[in-house]
């Protein structure tokens, strides 16, 4: 019956498997979970979805890795114990949810402004004209933002000259953006309304209606300019006509110019620069390079050495051209370009003068001519003494030039002070040398008297330390001689007290016999006993006589040595050493004096 349908299904074929224990409802609850108000795990493989925080402000940091925390001061902070405060914190960053409808209100006008701002810019687009290329359109606008005002506020400054509003500084920026000759046609040329075009470009339409612009910026910068340039100009112009005064009227330096070329001739004595009578300035800047034999010292530091030898206050030449250095920074070549500028500039205002005058139509703030005609009346007389002072202080320096032997056309002016500046310099250099070497020189010997003196005053101790060890020398010599003649008369004494203990008891003995003699009923019976009475005291008189002879035998022999070794020790003597000496030569002569003392009490 199943031909043709294939094998009967297996069971729950098409179905799937058997749902396992609880699947779909999770695991059961533990005891005690639910009554807790926890609840249930959610079914498997369903994720539970954490609520969207609402969109508040970012705030951008930089995290620390976790991994590098360890160790580092946060470890010891805890910001989840921060309480915050949340109502402050929501009030300013926390976005306020929207309703439907705010949400749709909010869109739809963005939308009408968008589209309002759309058909706004195509209609500028169509109606804006372009009159400059982006390349000058991009300069002029970096330039006009610093102004920060608006075109007919610069036209108006223009006009009135007001420095108040435009300064030197602003003049010289709306001066380096005027518009060249071809696109000031172009723009004089614009008939149209102002608001087609872009403010930039409404700037410079402006700027270029007012007659002679670029003529006038320039005028206007002069005029301001020109006393303050001015009064710099006769500044540097006195300076130069100073030095050559101070240069002219130095006897310093006419000494040391003397004594160099003295010098010089007699280094050259014998050849062809030999018997020189002057020499040019480039000269000067060579004498640094003449090194004395021991290469030490150079021609400059013998040049001072000996000038202050002679006279100290000639030394003092840079006193005296205080205004050399001064002068090196320009030379009247540039004097005179910056006078021929001046003159240049007059004329210009002079110019535009004519012009403002015969100028009709003028707009009534346009002030050009009453201050160009003011500035003309106090600046020729100015211009005109800045030349007399030039000229002057050219025919100074080439009276000075000339006196050096120099061609004031062939050496500039700045060159010519420079030259003598710098060898003014290395003079004074040499002469500071020649002091510290001096202090240097005046510094060791002090150190040397020091060192001698104190070496002198060694010796002086020493000779004196000698002198007083000789003294105790001598001293104790003596007291060992007047010692060793009282040794000499006890051990004198002792032989005779020796020698007459003997004898006495001899004739003790020779008595104490011839008594018993007389005695012959009691020789025989006393015998023993008398010599037993008669021996113990000689004996103990013998032993007392015996330990002082030792004593004083010792102590003789120990002063002997004593001596010996004091004068074997010598000056070298410490003064402890000496007091042990002194000790035991006390000591052992104690010790002869005890033994004599108990050899004459056993001899008593």
């Known amino acids: 019956p199943n031909i043709g ?66 160790g580092t001061l946060f470890t010891k902070l805890n910001p989840e114990k921060v309480e915050l405060p949340l109502g402050i914190l929501k009030e300013a960053f926390e976005e306020k949810v929207k309703t439907k409808e705010e949400l749709a209100e909010e869109k739809k006008k963005k939308q009408e402004k968008e589209e309002a701002k759309r058909k706004a810019e195509e209609a500028n687009k169509n109606k804006k004209v372009t009159l400059l290329d982006s390349t000058t359109a991009r300069n002029v606008g970096i330039a006009y933002k610093m102004f920060k005002m608006k075109p007919h506020q610069i036209e108006l400054a223009v006009y009135s000259m007001d420095n108040k509003v435009l300064n030197i500084e602003k003049v010289t920026f709306l001066r380096s953006i005027a518009p060249s000759t071809e696109l000031l046609m172009i723009l004089k040329s614009y008939e149209g309304p102002m608001e087609n075009l ?45 030095a050559v005064k101070e240069i002219r009227e ?63 206050e000639i030394l003092r030449v840079d006193v005296d051209l205080e205004h050399c250095e001064e002068a090196t920074l320009w030379s009247l070549t540039d004097l005179k370009s910056e006078i021929n500028n001046f003159n240049t500039g007059m004329k210009q205002v002079q110019n ?45 320096f080439e009276e000075v030039a000339n006196m050096f032997g120099e061609d004031p056309d062939t050496v500039p002016s700045g060159d010519f002070f420079m030259l003598m500046h710098n060898f003014i310099m290395t003079l004074v250099r040499a002469e500071n040398d020649n002091k510290q070497w001096r202090l240097l ?12 003196k104190a070496q002198k005053e060694k010796e002086l101790r020493l000779a004196k330390k000698r002198a007083d ?18 040794d000499g008369v006890i051990k004198k004494n002792y032989e005779n007290i020796k020698a007459n203990l003997v004898a006495d008891n001899h004739l003790a003995k020779v008595e104490e016999k ?36 030792n004593r004083f035998t010792s102590s003789i022999r120990a002063v002997t040595n004593i001596n010996r070794m004091a004068n074997a020790l010598g000056s070298e003597t410490s003064s402890a050493q000496r007091g042990g000496v002194n000790r035991m030569q006390s000591t052992a002569r104690l010790g002869g004096v005890v033994g004599c003392k108990a050899l004459q009490d056993w001899a008593v």
């Open 514 to 549: 011839e008594n018993l003699n007389r005695m012959p009923q009691y020789k025989e019976r006393h015998k023993s006993t008398l010599d037993f009475g008669f021996n113990p005291p000689f004996q103990t008189s013998r032993i007392g006589s015996n330990t002082g002879v």
């Open 250 to 312: 130095s006897w310093k330096l006419q000494r040391i110019l003397e004594a160099i070329i003295a010098i010089g001739n007699f280094l050259n004595e014998g050849t062809k620069n030999g018997d020189a009578k002057g020499i040019r300035l480039s000269s000067l800047s060579k004498l640094e390079a003449v090194k004395t034999l021991d290469k030490k010292k150079n021609f400059l530091h013998i040049l001072s050495e000996w000038l202050e030898k002679l006279n100290p």
């Open 352 to 396: 535009q003068l004519k012009a403002s005058e015969m100028a009709k139509n003028k707009p009534p703030e346009d002030v050009f001519t009453e201050r160009a005609k003011e500035f003309l009346d106090e600046a020729v007389k100015r211009l005109s003494e800045l030349e007399e002072s030039y000229d002057e202080a050219l025919k100074s």
């Open 469 to 486: 060890q000789e003294a105790k020398n001598k001293d104790l010599t003596a007291l060992l001689e007047e010692s060793d003649e009282e």
């Open 5 to 70: 349908r294939g094998p009967p299904p297996l069971p729950n074929i098409g179905r799937g498997p058997p749902p396992l224990l609880n699947m779909g409802r999770g695991p059961p609850a533990l005891p005690g979970i639910q009554n807790r108000g926890l609840n249930p795990m959610p079914p498997a493989g369903k994720l539970v979805k954490k609520p969207k925080p609402p969109k508040r402000r970012s705030l951008f940091w930089d995290k620390v890795d976790d991994r590098k925390v360890s």
């Open 441 to 452: 020189e005046e510094k060791r010997k002090r150190s040397e008297e020091k060192a001698a």
């Open 198 to 242: 872009d403010e930039v470009t409404q700037f410079m339409v402006t700027v270029a209606k007012i007659p002679r612009y670029t003529l006038r910026l320039e005028s206007t910068l002069f005029i301001w300019a020109f006393f303050d340039d001015a009064k710099t100009l006769y500044r540097r112009i006195y300076v130069v006509i100073e």
